[in-house]
């Protein structure tokens, strides 16, 4: 079930860090001092990952250092407190929290939903055997999430309501990454909504129906934002987009895939064949505003949202397409 309550819990962590730390104040320009970059529990990026071993960082004199944030919500605090310069967050908990008055900005994108014709990257699996064949079958199922109201609960959220399911008739369960496949399979839950890349070696033992992404128009799966004052202090954030421009450059180039699965196999231990033979999603450091926009008035339809926030000042202008 969709809440309003999405980035409430967040709203009262960051406003006690800017009440505690200043909001970032001592934050500022980082040429000459160590860029902080959250990263999730897995800290896999695979733009992190390449950009710190190819140099593209320090091309662009930044010393990085990745700090794991608990998620999108906890990154959003992190900017504000001052103990991340740029927070990795999904593009709706970002537009929620600027909807709910965070000073902070979008600097960068870095990773959308794969498209048709590209192969679907993420999906809704059930076990092999079972017996939910459609959006229909999932009413009245438990569906497993990385986070409650989180990006895939909305975009599940979005497709069953595409397909004549009302979300509502849904029990979102949260669970890690790690756990869900597992949790799939052993019955706990009915389906997990996660991205091919996370099954591991659970390929054989689930099926997915249906990509709830590749229904959607472009979704910024990832996104960074910083503070608002730490944007207008210096020139690292735009140097900090022009890394990611030249990272996604570099990761969008045939010649490099496979050298790229080598470096992600490093990090997440499985093989990079296996890697390979997944669909991976799209990475892009530009920002679509029209395609911000569209997500928020997917929360408006979802009632997690009274109405579209202007986005113009959300989106710093050197990072939009």
Known sequence: MISRRIGAAAA?????LVSACGGGDDAGDSANATTKVSVTTFGCEIWNTWAISKGVYAKHRLDV?????????????????GAADFGYVNGYT???????GFPIQMVSGANVNALPPAKPAQGVFVGKDSPIKSPADLAGKKIAVNEINGINQIVTASWLKANGVEPDSVSFVALPFAEQIPAVLSGRVDAAQLGYSLLGNNNDGVRSLADPFASSNKVYIATYVAAKNFVAKGDAAKRFHEAMTETAQQLNDPANKDESFRLLSECQKVPAETLAAQPQNAIEAAVDLGALDRMAQQMVDLKMMQKKPDLEPFVTDFARS
């Open 12 to 16: 009262v962590t960051a406003m006690l």
């Open 65 to 81: 250092e990745l700090v794991r944030s608990g998620g999108g919500s906890a990154a959003v605090a992190a900017v504000l407190s």
């Open 94 to 100: 970002a537009i929620n929290a600027y909807n709910t």
